[in-house]
């Protein structure tokens, strides 16, 4: 059984990514433009973290491939 990079990196991006989305939520003013640049990012990497986890889910299964060692 090899080591699954996708787990601790979904892992992370989605710690960090909920942490700036409150913050964006909580803490940070909205650019002068008016786009909420800390809640928009943050979501983007909560995002990409759900879906490394999620491959990294079915590779567990069975159903993807092992990665290239």
């Known amino acids: 059984m090899s080591f699954d990079v996708r787990l601790p990196i979904g892992l992370l991006f989605l710690a960090i990514g909920a942490l700036v989305a409150v913050f964006?939520?909580?803490?940070?003013?909205p650019a002068p433009s008016g786009e909420n640049i800390d809640l928009i990012w943050g979501v983007v990497m909560a995002g990409f973290g759900a879906v490394?986890?999620?491959l990294a889910?079915?590779?567990r299964k069975g159903d993807l491939p092992p990665p290239p060692e």
């Open 24 to 29: 964006g939520l909580v803490g940070a003013p």
């Open 57 to 59: 889910g079915l590779a």
């Open 52 to 54: 490394m986890l999620a």
